[in-house]
C-alpha cells in the first residue's frame, strides 16, 4: 500500500522440470478437501481483498454484500475462500485495554459479527495490519509490540487470516517483528493463514516460513498496469525453488476486472499467477463484474493448475524477447504452459512437449481458455494477440477422440506506413498426426485496403507436420487511422469440419514533419509506464493523467519534456528521415529517492545508454544522431534498487527532421 493521496512512505526445489514432473507422479495421492488444504496452507489462498478496488473506502456492508457476491457469482464454488478486510477497518486508537477497536462508524456491528455472517456463508474471513506502529495508511494502530493481545483479538472475533504489512516499523528487523506475530498466533491455537507483506525487501522467501509464515509477498505493490504486473512477474523468476506445500511466494493481489487493463492482459494476468501458484486473491469489485471478469476469475481448468496438491511452481522455460514460454508440472504427469506474448502485436508461437518436460510421440491438449480438446505429435502452437497468453494443459498419452491441433496465423507487422502496401503473410499449420484436408482459405482486405489478386485458396490438403503458407500484397486505396484485417480457414478432419480465424491490427503512420518536433507534441505508437500514464510537459506525478508538476532537476525547471516512471517504453515512428534526438535526462525533484537509466533505442539497438542516477545527481544532455531510424524507443530501467519514486525526466525531449 505505498500509495493513497501523495506517496506513503513504503507499502504494500526443483532441479528441472522433468524431474519435478516424475517426482510429482510418484507420489500421486488423493488430495485433501479443498476447505481443509487452504486452511493449513497446503494450497495457495484464494479469495478477495478489499484494497486494491475500494482502498479506505470500506464498511460492514461492502463486506457482507461482497460475501454475498462470492456465493452468488459461482466464485465460492470455484474455491474463492477468504474475504479479507484491508486496511482502514479500526479505530485511529486502541480501547482502554489497549486492544483494537473496529471502526464505530463504518463497521458499527464489530468484527465478530462480521466473521459469523461470513463464516455463515462458508467462508473465511481475513484482517490486516503492519508490523509497525501505524498501517500504511495511518488510520489505526500497528501492532509492533502488541503481537500477543492482538493475535488473540483477531482469534477471538473467528478471523481465519492476517495479511501483515511493513509500515512504519521504526526500522527494526523484519526477521524478529514478523517472527514475533508468528509465534503469537500459534499461541492462539486458532488456525489461521499468515501473510507476510514485506514487499520482499529482506528476501522473505529465505526466512518466511521459518516465521511462521504461509505466504510472503516478493515485491512491492502492484498497479492495475500492465507495466506493474509485468514488472511484478520479472521479479518472480527464480524464486521458484522456494515456493511449495506450507510456504508460497506472493506477487501480489489480483487486479482482473478492476479496468486499468484489457481482458486479454487480464487473462495473461491470472493465468501466469495461477502458472506460479500465487495466492489468487480478487481485487474488484465482484458484486457488478461482467461476464468476462467472471469468465477469467471462475476459469476452473485455471484455478486448477494454481491449485494442484503437489504445489510445483511454474517457470520461465523460454524467454524470446517479446515472447516467453512458461510452464508448470502437474501431480498427474500432465505439465501446463504459458505461451505469453509481450508485444504490440499478434504472435505466432511454438514449443515443443520436451521442452515442458514431457516425453513421448503423441498428446493430448486442451485450451484452457476455450476448453477445446486436440491432439499433438509433440508441437505446442498459437497465435497469441498482442499482450495475450494461450494456456494449454497437455498430457502425454494418445488421444484419438480428438482432430487434430492446427493453427492458423496472420502476420503483418505492428504498424503501417502511411500511403504503402504491406504484406500478409497467411498460415495454415497441422501439428497433429492425421491430414486436414479440403481446406479453403480467405483473406479479406482491411477498409480502405484492396487485395492484390484473390483473396481465398483452396488447400487440398495439409499433412501432419506440415503447413501450408501464402503472401498477400495489401494496397492502400482510401486507408483510415488503422489497419483491421482478417483471415479465416475451414477444414476437414476424420472428426467432422473444423474452422480457425485469425485477424491483424495496427495504427497507419506518417513520418515526421520536417524540423524541430517536440517529444510532447508527438504521436506515440506505445507507452508504459511503471506508475501511472507517461506525461507529456511535466513530470509524472501521481497514479492519474494529468497530475504533474514543471519538469524540475536538481532545481532546474524546464518548460517542456516527459514524465515517466519506471520501467518505461516511450515508442514514436519516425519513418527514417529524422536526423538527430535531444533530451536533458535525469530524476525529478518531486521525490527525495529514487533510482533510473535512461536508454534509447533505435529499430530495436541502443543507440545511447546512461549510467545510474540517483537523487541529487546531475542532469546529462544526451544527443543521439538517427539516420535512417525507422521506430525510436525512450525506455526507463530501474536502477536496482526496486522502482518506489523512479520519477524520471526526459527534460526538453525533441526529434530534428
Known amino acids: ?124 474471513l481475513g484482517i490486516y495490519t503492519s508490523a509497525g506502529t501505524q498501517t500504511c495508511a495511518k488510520t489505526m494502530p500497528g501492532a509492533l509490540d502488541h503481537e500477543d493481545v492482538d493475535a488473540q483479538t483477531f482469534a477471538d472475533w473467528g478471523v481465519d487470516y492476517l495479511k501483515y504489512d511493513n509500515c512504519n516499523n521504526e526500522g527494526r528487523p523484519a526477521l524478529e517483528r514478523y517472527t514475533k506475530m508468528g509465534d503469537a498466533i500459534k499461541k492462539t491455537g486458532r488456525p489461521m493463514i499468515y501473510a507476510l507483506c514485506e514487499w520482499g525487501e529482506n528476501q522473505p522467501w529465505l526466512w518466511g516460513k521459518t516465521s ?16 506493474s504486473m509485468t514488472g511484478i512477474l520479472d521479479q518472480q523468476v527464480g524464486l521458484e525453488k522456494y515456493s511449495g506445500p506450507g510456504g508460497w511466494n506472493d506477487p501480489d493481489m489480483l487486479e482482473v476486472g478492476n479496468g486499468g487493463m484489457t481482458d486479454a492482459e487480464y487473462r495473461s494476468h491470472f493465468a501466469l499467477w495461477s502458472l506460479m501458484n500465487a495466492p489468487l486473491l480478487a481485487g474488484n469489485d465482484v458484486r457488478s463484474m461482467p461476464a468476462a471478469t467472471k469468465a477469467i476469475l471462475a476459469n476452473k481448468d485455471v484455478v486448477a493448475l494454481d491449485q494442484d496438491w503437489a504445489g510445483v511452481q511454474g517457470h520461465k522455460v523460454r524467454d524470446d524477447g517479446d515472447t516467453e514460454v512458461w510452464a508448470k508440472p502437474m501431480s498427474d504427469g500432465s505439465a501446463a504452459v504459458v505461451l505469453f506474448n509481450r508485444g504490440i502485436s499478434n504472435a505466432t508461437m511454438t514449443v515443443n512437449a520436451s521442452d515442458i518436460g514431457l516425453s513421448g510421440r503423441d498428446f493430448r491438449v486442451r485450451d484452457l481458455w476455450t476448453g477445446a480438446e486436440t491432439e499433438s505429435a509433440g508441437t505446442l502452437r498459437a497465435t497469441v494477440p498482442s499482450h495475450g497468453s494461450a494456456v494449454f494443459r497437455v498430457w502425454p498419452a494418445k488421444f484419438p477422440a480428438a482432430a ?25 499449420a497441422n501439428d497433429g498426426s492425421t491430414p486436414l484436408a479440403a481446406a479453403r482459405v480467405t483473406v479479406s482486405a482491411p477498409s480502405g485496403w484492396q487485395l492484390d489478386g484473390r483473396g481465398d485458396v483452396l488447400v487440398p490438403v495439409v499433412a501432419p507436420g506440415k503447413s501450408w503458407d501464402r503472401a498477400v500484397t495489401v494496397k492502400p486505396v482510401k486507408p483510415g487511422a488503422q489497419v483491421a484485417i482478417s483471415a479465416k480457414a475451414s477444414y476437414t478432419t476424420g472428426w467432422g469440419r473444423r474452422s480457425l480465424s485469425a485477424d491483424a491490427s495496427g495504427p497507419v503512420v506518417t513520418p515526421f514533419a520536417s524540423g524541430v518536433t517536440p517529444m510532447s507534441k508527438a504521436p506515440f505508437l506505445l507507452t508504459e509506464n511503471g506508475w ?126
Open 1 to 124: 500500500m505505498r500509495r493513497l493521496v501523495g506517496l506513503l512512505a513504503a507499502a504494500c526445489l526443483t532441479t528441472g522440470l522433468a524431474a519435478a514432473l516424475t517426482a510429482a507422479s510418484a507420489e500421486a495421492a488423493p488430495a485433501a478437501p479443498n476447505a481443509v488444504q487452504q486452511e493449513t496452507g497446503a494450497l495457495p489462498p484464494m479469495g478477495w481483498n478489499s484494497w486494491n478496488k475500494f482502498g479506505c473506502n470500506i464498511n460492514e456492508t461492502l463486506i457482507r454484500e461482497t460475501a454475498d457476491a462470492i456465493v452468488s457469482s459461482g466464485l465460492r464454488d470455484a474455491g474463492y475462500q477468504y474475504v479479507n478486510i484491508d486496511d482502514c477497518w479500526a479505530e485511529q486508537n486502541r480501547n482502554a485495554e489497549g486492544k483494537f477497536e473496529a471502526n464505530h462508524e463504518r463497521f458499527p456491528s464489530g468484527i465478530k459479527a462480521l466473521a459469523d455472517y461470513v463464516h455463515g456463508k462458508g467462508l473465511k
Open 212 to 227: 511462521g509464515a504461509q505466504l510472503w509477498r516478493t515485491t512491492g505493490d502492484i498497479s492495475d498496469n500492465w507495466t
Open 404 to 428: 487434430p491441433a492446427a493453427t492458423l496465423s496472420l502476420d503483418t507487422g505492428s504498424y503501417f506506413p502511411a500511403g504503402k502496401p504491406f504484406t500478409a503473410h497467411v498460415r495454415l
Open 532 to 657: 501511472g500514464p507517461v506525461e507529456r510537459g511535466t513530470s509524472n506525478g501521481e497514479n492519474q493523467a494529468g497530475d504533474g508538476n514543471p519538469i524540475t532537476i536538481n532545481g532546474q525547471v524546464y518548460a517542456d519534456g516527459l514524465g515517466a516512471h519506471a520501467p518505461s517504453l516511450v515508442r514514436v515512428y519516425l519513418g527514417g528521415s529524422c536526423q538527430t534526438f535531444h533530451s536533458v535526462v535525469g530524476l525529478d525533484d518531486e521525490f527525495a529517492t529514487g533510482s533510473v537509466t535512461f536508454e534509447v533505442r533505435g529499430d530495436g539497438k541502443t543507440l545511447a545508454s546512461t549510467e545510474v542516477f540517483r537523487h541529487g545527481s546531475a542532469a546529462q544532455a544526451v544527443d543521439v544522431p538517427l539516420g535512417g531510424v525507422q521506430v525510436l524507443d525512450l525506455v526507463v530501467t530501474d536502477g536496482g534498487d526496486g522502482n518506489n519514486t523512479d520519477h524520471a525526466d526526459w527534460a526538453d525531449a525533441a526529434v530534428t527532421c
